[in-house]
């Protein structure tokens, strides 16, 4: 994995825009803590080599289901919202099969590049083509899907193209080529392992990147060793006649049709499946005679798209694809739609708690729910223009204002042993503020307060090792017990609400900017 502070990732593949070198992110929650120690300090963004927007993602951990990459809530509601919809680990094919090659040239002390197709029409990914350039001129091309037709024309073209191995050829090509050059990815572990394979006429044989060579010849695998005197597909026994009564022929236009048509449909693609049965749709009204073949095609992709409506995708333990159908998918609805409307609900208290904290001033209490908003899973209600402003204002004041860090300098179950100057609480209780006609609002975080005398504590306790060593005499903070916090705070005014001085502040406790005065007045 390359060093750096920016990472492109989206769902369950990272890889990073300069390299494109792809890492899975596991899916299991005790491998997600692994992984966070890991890359501790890192940010993670939305590839735009993976068709993604390149915004700033986060890890979501479930200990129910699959652990997945999830976006920031992105409160600029002007900005169109991410286009990417192939969220598996087969959307980052194309970078395995180019560290792959990479790693070729390497192993055979070749001199060459190997760079991925940009970012293209709807019909022409990111990626769809890779292409390994040797420094002679010479190489091999690699078509990921059917988006850019392979030059099968080309001289050597068999020995210089090589086809993912769910791309479908057609039959005069295969009648014409001896053999055709097959990539494809299997899981393996949370990575994928690149197979090169050589297709002919007694079938397809698999092997490593290691097993295989690369010169001014192309792409050579061990078996072509043993190649058969034939070509991949027989040529009819004898031509057919041409009769008025002979179907029409699949002109070229219907023919890149057809093959997208199937490519879509094995890689499970719904959306792109969708916008080419209307293409379909589109030559079946025009006048001119088309096949029978793009009816059927048209008609058994429907079906297809019925037939997955019912399905449901999920991940097992082995991080391994599984659809489920039947009762078994209708109980994944079920319980993926109770968690969005449970996720729905968190939200919507939480951000009634973020509005009490922000009146109040209780910024670290705003920190931890912001970062409780973050974690929730996905729901599908979106959120309000009032809950937008709530949420910019939020993050204004606490990140760009750097307010409420105390809860981060200090443990939970630091500040649990001590009793709350503010609401009382005992040793080992939560702390609550009262709130007018209501139940009292648990205050998450505890009261500054009651954390204030841990980190005085601290002080007391580093200025006598000080004085143990025989050091210059240390500074102790002043205030390490409730009377003495509530004096140094009296003796000045509030500039929040203003409370004159000897009078208390209009919440409970004290406001952080009245602190920060009295802290200052000591030290002058």
Sequence with gaps: ?????????????????????????????IELDAFRRHYEGQTYWCGSWLGGCGRQLTTKLYVDRVCHFAHHPDLDTTRPPCARRARDVTSADHLYVKAAAEGLLR??????????????????????????????????????????????????????????????LDRATLQRLPY????????????????????????????????????????VTPALNDLPNRSIARPPARPQADTHDQPARISPEVRRLLLRLATARQGRDITNTRKLIKECDGLLTRRTRVPAALKEARDSAEQWLLERS????????????????????????????????????????YLAE?????????????????????????????????????LKGARARVYDGGLGKLQDQVARKKWLQRKCPTCNARPGQECFDAVPDGQPLRRMGGHDERLRLVIASRGKAAAGKRAQRGGSKASSSSGTTTEDLARSVSHVSCPTCKAPAGKPCSVPGSHQARFRRAHTQRRS
């Design 1 to 29: 994995m390359p060093s750096g502070d920016r990472r492109r990732i989206q769902t369950a593949v990272l890889g990073s825009t300069d390299s494109q070198e792809p890492l899975v992110l596991p899916l299991e929650a």
């Design 310 to 349: 019912k399905e449901v995708v999920t991940w097992n333990r082995e991080g391994e694809r599984v659809v489920l159908t039947g009762d078994a998918a209708k109980q994944e609805t079920e319980k993926r739609a109770r968690q969005a409307r449970q996720a729905a609900e968190n939200r919507k208290a």
């Design 354 to 390: 973020l509005k009490l904290a922000l009146e109040h001033e209780r910024f670290g209490d705003v920190r931890g729910l912001l970062r409780a908003i973050s974690q929730l899973p996905d729901s599908d209600v979106p959120l309000t223009r009032a809950q937008i402003d709530l």
């Design 107 to 168: 192993a055979q002390n070749l001199q060459g590049e190997v760079v991925c197709s940009q970012p293209g029409p709807a019909f022409a990914p990111a990626g769809s083509v890779v292409q390994l350039r040797l420094g002679d001129g010479t190489g091999l091309t690699i078509h990921m899907n059917a988006a850019v037709p392979p030059d099968w024309e080309s001289p050597q073209a068999a020995a210089r193209i090589a086809v993912e191995a769910g791309v479908l």
């Design 180 to 219: 055709v050059h097959r990539i494809r990815c299997d899981s393996q572990g949370t990575s994928r392992r690149v197979l090169i394979g050589t297709e002919t006429a007694r079938g397809t044989q698999w092997f490593t990147p290691e097993q295989c060579s690369l010169g001014p010849a192309g792409l």
